[in-house]
């Protein structure tokens, strides 16, 4: 997180110098808060909005009410609202500012595919991203990574004013080329750690490390029968989602780890 603000921050830098003028120095600063807060503000109607999902109540989703509603006495939170997306493909996220105002919404695939303890080891896993705040931090890392995109767009597009006259253009255009696929592999170096911990917290509410582990096992193959079409609005919910949602990918630019060693992780807790 302090790589980005670093990031935010020599970008302003580098518009004072060439501008003249060192209000960039503050404005950078002042964007990066402006739209992290709005997406941590709204993250839960944007959310479920993207996938077109539909709050259920416990008479329409029984099963899924009973679990998320002893794994949040366990916990003891509130229960969060809980929501069915209409895809078959297998998956699942949380969303929301706080306890309070979460969300837990899973897809009508993963509902068919898994059995009801690793329904529960994935609910366990969802609802832990929301008790670590890591609505907040997944925020905060797009957020400013977007603003940077943005800004080394601009910088492409517009030149380096003085910056080009004080003949900084190659550092000028260097920055603004580098720092965007360097603000993104933190974004998702940040989103593998807090899947990582979501695993090992989620694991540890529901005593059973192992629902989880099978569980991940099958979205691993379900989702590559059946991986959900890359488009906007669903990469806008992704990182949040308990896998990727876009297949088997192994690389920095994913926002997941691999399922096999988050698999593994999980056979350690329990022994194997």
């Not at 609802?127 to 601009?154: C, E, F, K, P, W």
């Not at 004080?166 to 000028?172: A, F, P, R, S, T």
Request: glycine share 10%; charged share 15%; hydrophobic share 50%.
């Amino acid at each position: 997180m302090g790589g980005l603000w670093t990031l935010l921050l020599a970008l302003g830098w580098l518009l004072a110098r060439g501008t003249g003028s060192s209000v960039w120095l503050f404005i950078m600063p002042l964007i990066g808060v402006a739209q992290t807060a709005y997406a941590y503000w709204n993250s839960d109607t944007i959310a479920v909005r993207s996938m077109g999902a539909i709050e259920v109540s416990e008479a329409q989703a029984p099963a899924l009410h009973a679990i998320v509603r002893e794994l949040s006495a366990a916990a003891g939170q509130p229960m969060p609202r809980l929501y069915i997306a209409p895809t078959m493909s297998p998956n699942a996220f949380a969303t929301g500012r706080d306890p309070k105002h979460a969300a837990v919404c899973c897809t009508q695939g993963i509902l068919q595919l898994l059995g009801e303890r690793e329904l529960r080891g994935v609910l366990g896993h969802e609802l832990s991203h929301v008790y670590n705040r890591d609505i907040l931090t997944s925020s905060v890392a797009a957020g400013i990574a977007g603003v940077i995109s943005s800004v080394g767009q601009m910088i492409l597009w517009f030149g380096g004013g003085r910056s080009r006259r004080d003949g900084n253009v190659v550092v000028l255009l260097l920055l603004a080329l580098l720092a965007p696929l360097a603000a993104s592999l933190i974004r998702f170096a940040v989103s593998r750690t807090r899947e990582y911990d979501a695993d090992h917290d989620g694991a540890v509410l529901t005593h059973d490390p192992l629902a989880l582990a099978s569980a991940l096992r099958k979205l691993d193959g379900g989702i590559a029968a059946a991986p959900m079409v890359p488009e906007p609005r669903v990469e806008t919910v992704s990182a949040m989602m308990i896998a990727n949602p876009f297949g088997r990918l192994r690389n920095l630019f994913t926002t997941h780890p691999p399922m096999d060693q988050r698999i593994a992780r999980l056979e350690r807790m329990a022994g194997y």
